[in-house]
């Protein structure tokens, strides 16, 4: 097994040591998902030649409180008082940089399936109703292209390029729709935009890309079934991911998270236990 592979586990098992009883066997799992994304991150675009992971007081190291924010396990990315991370260093191989290609792949090929597929089902689809469009997927396969397109995700197969094409497609047909009925300033129109623009080559990590879908979503739904529809557990779970996308995309996530919080403004009420989480905090600056 990969050096990289024992430091993820070792991290994850620290933090069920730390937190025992307090947290689920999802949350761990949601753990082990976001600091894995956030490590294969780091690794391909070669930010520094080494990985550290560390607590200072209840501080920790930028990629653990991702993974703790994004999990649910810590609201703040803080840990408990008196609780620590073993502290880790490691350099960052020539070989680590193949292996984390690789699990980028492995993950990619996890999450789409069938990247042709998914194209071209959603397509046919949406050319049957075109005022209906699965609006996570279409997000999800407009970011898996931007991932090919800048090589943060190898995938040689020529057929990638007639993708592009439809997936341009569809967005200009939903474009078009969101023009024709007056909701050109909406969300979903800004965050599309954000990602079917073109030329664009760029990876965001897994917190970032699941804060710009879920909050398109959250306006869509909403417009579709009404703000009551909305439950706690969802707005939390976009939440978090929005908080934790700040950390390495606050420029990105800022621009948006003020109109989502307006959008699930009316269910204040409902969110005040989750109120740290919806205030903006200071930009953070990262020293690892």
């Known amino acids: ?70 999990s649910g396990i810590s609201r703040d990315g803080m840990i408990p008082f008196g609780e620590c991370y073993r502290p880790v260093k490691t350099s960052v191989k020539k070989h680590d940089y193949y292996f984390a290609k690789r699990a980028t792949r492995e993950n990619d090929a996890d999450r789409f399936k069938s990247f042709k597929l998914n194209v071209m089902s959603l397509m046919d689809e949406y050319r049957e109703q075109p005022e209906k469009l699965d609006l996570l997927q279409f997000l999800s396969l407009g970011l898996s292209q931007n991932e090919r397109n800048c090589g ?31 909701l050109k300033n909406s969300l979903e129109y800004s965050i599309c935009s954000e990602i079917f623009q073109r030329p664009l080559a760029k990876h965001y990590p897994l917190a970032t890309s699941l804060a710009l879908c879920e909050m398109a979503m959250t306006d869509e739904f909403v417009r579709t079934n009404g703000l009551e529809s909305l439950n706690q557990e969802y707005i939390e779970y976009v939440l978090r991911n929005i908080k934790a996308a700040k950390i390495t995309d606050y420029d990105i996530i800022s621009k948006y998270e003020g109109r989502f919080r307006d959008i699930i403004s009316p269910k204040k009420g409902m969110l005040d236990n989750i109120a740290k989480l919806v205030k903006v905090p200071k930009r953070e600056t990262n020293k690892d």
Do not use: H, P
């Open 152 to 182: 943060y995700v190898e995938d040689k197969e020529s057929v990638i390029e007639f993708c592009e094409s439809e997936l341009q497609t569809m967005w200009m047909i939903r474009k078009k729709y969101l023009e024709e009925n007056g």
């Open 1 to 70: 097994m990969n050096e990289i592979n024992d430091i993820l586990n070792d991290i994850t098992c620290q933090t069920i040591a730390m937190y025992g009883n307090n947290i689920s066997e999802k949350m761990v799992a949601n753990f082990r998902k976001y600091l894995e994304d956030i490590v294969l991150f780091d690794i391909i675009r070669c930010d520094s030649d080494a990985l550290s992971f560390y607590s200072v007081g209840r501080e920790v190291s930028k990629n653990i409180r991702i993974a703790l924010i994004a």
